[in-house]
Structures are given as C-alpha cells and as structure tokens.
C-alpha cells in the first residue's frame, strides 16, 4: 500500500465547537477582562431563560449583557439556555474567578448539549456554540450571583453569526450540514471556517477524548498532541473508508482549556483535493 500524505496541523481555531473549540473553547467563555462595569444594566436576579436576542461579536466578547430581546420568530443569533443563581461558595468569589468560570463552563456545555441533543462529539464539531454572561461590577458588588448561558450562531473564526432557528430544541438531533464545520483552505490553518453547504476542503469528522478520566491532571502538550495524531490517523482512515492515501489534521487544546474542562481533540478528514 502506498504510503499516505500526511498533513497535521496544530490548530487553536476561532470557533467555539462547545464543548467545543476555544482557545481552547472560544465562545464557550467570554473575556475575562472585559470591563463589566461598562455593559449591562446592574440586573440584581437571573434573567429568563428561552429570550432571544440579536448579538453581534462585540456583545459575545463581553462579560455581561443588557442588550434588549427580539422575538424569536425574527432574526435572531442567540438564545438564552440556561440561567441560574451561583452555589454559595462563591458567595465571596471574585468576578473572573477560574474555579467559578470552571463551574458555569460544566452547567452550559450541560446544557448546551441537552438543548441540542448533541453527542459530545456533534457538540465539538458544530458551529453553533455557547457563551455565558454575568453580573456586572456594579450588581456583583450589591451581592448579584447569577450566570446566564446562551446558544449562539456561530463564533470568532466564522464570517458572522447566522441566525438561529425559532426553536433550537434538538437541532443536532441530526445534524445538518448547515450547523456543522468545515474549512476552505488548502491546509486547515490557512482556510476560513465556513459552514458545511459551502465549498469546502475539509471537514471536521471525529473527536477523541485524550484522557477519559475528568479529574486528571493535564498531561503536557506533548502527550496530548502525540495521543491526538495517532488517533486521529486511525480514526479518519476509518470514516474514509480505508482509502490508499488521505490527508487528515487535528486541532488539540491546551492547558487553558484543559482546566476549563475540555478533554476532547477533533479530527479532521481532507474530503476535496
């Protein structure tokens, strides 16, 4: 058999696939340093879950949000899935806190993946993601601790946000071509990410969970990379259908997302020449 080409790439791309892709998990959190005390409207309870709203990047790259609803049935890239009060622990907890952003990150990716009925694997190769708002300075100062999720069209990396359906419960039940990701460009650093109806080079096919144990410690970027690429050849010569030659990459997350949770690599299948 001929040997096949070989073409790896390590990737932290622009998309949130939540539990999916970000810095690892971009979109899955929001900026830890944005202002609070410049967006939001002091809101001292939880908002409401199911409200839609029309947000642009620039609200997604924020910490808290007052933007005003949109009815659901208009054009809409985010919907409100879940909302919640902080346990008690955090009562004195700092705002960007790591232990409290581990814990919404838990409860959205949760629920992201209910709302959509999504595997773990769709949820990581979907374009759709996820971001979490909080209070702000102001309102966390008079003792607010609530924490809102919310489903969004898309993420950084993606040309816009698309809008979203009326209702999104099951989406990815079957997943769609429309939701799912894939890439342009000639290698996979070099494209755009794009939906998969548009003309793409490849596809984002398989995840692989790199340790399966979710309290282990993060094992080096080394072991991480080596474990994704050995995975990731098998499994995309599999989903190939065991072709003479193939081209496969893989986006592996770091240590960052790691302490955020993620323990998933995504696998990658060059489908177009």
């Not at 539990?19 to 340093?33: Q, Y």
């Not at 409207?41 to 642009?56: I, K, N, R």
Request: include cysteine.
């Amino acid at each position: 058999m001929p040997r096949r080409p070989l073409r790896v790439t390590v990737a932290t791309l622009g998309v949130a696939l939540c539990a999916g892709l970000a810095t690892a998990l971009v979109g899955c959190t929001t900026d830890a340093g944005a202002d609070g005390g410049e967006a939001g409207d002091d809101q001292l309870t939880a908002p409401a879950t199911g409200a839609c709203y029309d947000l642009s990047p620039d609200d997604v790259a924020r910490d808290t949000n007052a933007s005003g609803t949109v009815e659901c049935a208009a054009r809409h890239t985010a919907e409100t899935i879940a909302v919640g009060d902080l346990p008690e622990r955090f009562a004195d907890a700092d705002r960007d806190a790591d232990a409290l952003a581990a814990w919404v990150h838990e409860k959205c990716t949760t629920r992201f993946e209910k709302h959509l009925r999504a595997d773990e694997s769709t949820a990581m190769r979907t374009l759709l993601s996820w971001v979490w708002f909080q209070p702000t300075d102001a309102a966390w100062e008079a003792g607010a601790r609530w924490f809102r999720c919310d489903l969004v069209g898309g993420g950084p990396g993606l040309d816009g946000y698309r809008s979203l359906p009326e209702s999104t419960v099951g989406l990815l039940r079957e997943p769609s071509d429309a939701w799912m990701l894939c890439s342009d460009g000639e290698t996979l650093e070099s494209g755009g990410l794009v939906d998969c109806t548009e003309d793409h080079r490849w596809r984002a096919v398989t995840t692989i969970k790199v340790v399966p144990y979710p309290d282990a410690e993060y094992p080096g970027d080394e072991e991480v990379e080596a474990t994704t690429q050995d995975y990731c050849e098998d499994s995309v010569d599999a989903w190939l259908g065991y072709p003479a030659e193939f081209d496969f990459a893989y986006t592996w997350f770091g240590q960052d997302a790691w302490q955020q949770g993620n323990r998933r690599s995504v696998c990658w299948a060059r489908t177009q020449a």
